[in-house]
């Protein structure tokens, strides 16, 4: 069973369209994250909710807009893609908001922008 | 930002070698972790260290903690070629998310 699973895997979208990620976790944990990775393998958080409670929203343009309908899920909308948006991103989950069991990441969803 | 830097940014050793890779920080944290990227893939938690702690043993990794130098290495002992990964370092605020470096690549020659 995977513990945290995101799809699509790929995605590859022409500038403008408006794209979703799904991300799912079946650990039971409180707290979900999107991350960003870009072609340097900078991992950036964008979001975080705490049982569908955002928490942390960093400086992401409003285009991104997370959806949390349950604990369990954590959605990623895109509106009016570009090509600067290209990068693979990550869900991730732990067990509450201290984090001090580690993240549970996702397999991640790379997005091609054309 | 508070994110920890890795170093080296590339790292190539033989199997049967040892491994070691260090990570700087910023300011105060409450704790560290160390995690591990396969190409393609999620990252794999791999150790946490606590401010309070200054070396944690998981199988062949060892990880210390010098927060008077704000740094932490991690030694991967008797490699293998399945090590073969980015390494990256995660480090936080108190109470705040993570914030990971840019990390280490390690590749392992057989």
């Known amino acids: 069973d995977t513990a945290v699973s995101q799809t699509p895997k790929y995605l590859v979208t022409q500038m403008g369209n408006d794209k979703s990620i799904k991300c799912e976790q079946n650990l039971g944990h409180d707290t979900m994250y999107w991350y960003k990775q870009d072609s340097k393998k900078f991992l950036k958080i964008m979001f975080s909710?705490?049982?569908?409670?955002?928490?942390i929203n960093e400086t992401v343009p409003n285009r991104f807009s997370p959806k949390s309908p349950d604990k369990a899920h954590l959605n990623l909308h895109i509106n009016s893609l570009e090509l600067g948006d290209s990068a693979v991103y990550f869900c991730?989950?732990?067990?509450?908001?201290?984090?001090?069991?580690?993240?549970?990441f996702g397999s991640g969803t790379r997005l091609t922008v054309v | 930002s508070q994110q920890g830097e890795e170093d080296p940014q590339a790292l190539s050793i033989q199997e049967g070698e040892n491994a070691t890779m260090n990570c700087s920080y910023k300011?105060?944290?409450?704790?560290l972790q160390w995690y591990r990227q396969n190409s393609g893939r999620g990252l794999v938690h791999l150790i946490l260290?606590?401010?309070?702690?200054r070396e944690k043993h998981s199988g062949r990794l060892r990880v210390t903690l010098d927060t008077s130098k704000k740094s932490s290495s991690l030694l991967i002992t008797a490699s293998r070629a399945a090590d073969t990964a980015s390494y990256f370092c995660a480090t936080d605020l108190f109470g705040n998310q993570f914030y990971f470096g840019t990390g280490t690549s390690l590749t392992v020659i057989p």
């Open positions: 260290i606590r401010s309070n702690e």
């Open positions: 991730a989950s732990s067990q509450d908001r201290s984090q001090a069991g580690g993240y549970t």
């Open positions: 300011t105060s944290i409450n704790n």
């Open positions: 909710y705490n049982n569908k409670e955002l928490i």
